[in-house]
């Protein structure tokens, strides 16, 4: 599935920049800070630190991906971001930030899944009219993120509001807030927290009796190809398609 990705739930990858502040315990063996920091120098992680910006090249690539899927005749799904967090809120990003759903917009072949771990901040940040094509999604690592995070993205009105429980790190009941899309996944690399897999069952029978699509990333640890994906004997790939789900997308100013 992943051209140009190595995540197994999209084709491609897109940042509009680098560099990030953490947040929640998910973020404490943080994979974009990690790699940034073999590359570049000084860190682009932290508050005061500086953010990662690209030129016009870099800019195009969506819009060769769009042509790309338009030739082949299929929706492509685009990653972003895995080096940043779309809705940090700093002043140096609202023109990164405008560009990004500017791209968005005129990338209709593709589906824009948007990752954040600050989806309070999702309201006030967003275009109006949202693009159809801009899927919005949260992590949720434990019961605390998600009973916090899941009532402020399923506030917003996107075609697809999806949790990735990545990296799982306790057990999750769902308490009545439904995404569209349910990703679970391991933590991967060195010092990887260990799952249970009694967590994951019971999220995918959770998904399974409220028609909730459910993808099983993989087990992670330190070698993740040796634990594999696979869950009661076979792997779980569902994705959704949008067009399925029928919600109603504003026309006027969201707040
Ligand atoms: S929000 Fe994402 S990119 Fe930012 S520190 Fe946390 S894990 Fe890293």
């Known amino acids: 599935m992943a ?35 073999r590359w570049v120098k000084p860190t682009l992680w932290g508050s005061n630190a500086p953010r990662r910006f690209f030129g016009d090249k870099h800019w195009q690539q969506p819009v060769r991906w769009n042509k ?107 308490n009545g807030n439904i995404p569209d899309w349910l990703i679970v996944g391991g933590e991967c690399g060195p010092g990887a927290r260990p799952i249970e897999s009694a967590w994951v069952e019971s999220l995918c029978e959770q998904c399974s009796r409220d028609k909730v699509p459910f993808f099983f990333k993989q087990w992670g640890g330190v070698h993740k190809k040796k634990k594999g994906r696979e869950l009661g004997g076979r792997t779980w790939d569902a994705i959704p398609v949008a067009t399925s789900i029928n919600r109603c997308l504003p026309s006027s100013p969201l707040e």
């Not at 502040?21 to 998910?26: D, E, G, N, Q």
């Open 3 to 37: 051209q140009n990705s190595n995540i197994e739930w999209t084709h491609d990858t897109f940042n509009p920049w680098w560099g990030c502040v953490k947040v929640s315990p998910a973020c404490d063996h943080c994979y974009a800070e990690r790699f940034s920091n």
């Open 68 to 174: 790309a899927a338009l030739k082949a005749g299929e929706r492509r799904r685009v990653f972003c971001a895995s080096m940043a967090d779309v809705f940090e809120d700093r002043s140096d990003l609202v023109s990164y930030r405008a560009r990004l759903f500017e791209i968005i917009a005129e990338t209709s072949q593709l589906d824009w899944l948007l990752l954040t771990k600050r989806p309070e901040n999702i309201t006030r940040m967003l275009p109006c009219p949202l693009p159809r094509n801009a899927w919005l999604g949260t992590t949720a690592e434990n019961q605390v993120a998600w009973d916090i995070r899941l009532p402020l993205l399923l506030a917003v009105p996107a075609a697809v509001r999806f949790v990735s429980a990545e990296p799982l790190l306790g057990p999750i009941t769902m």
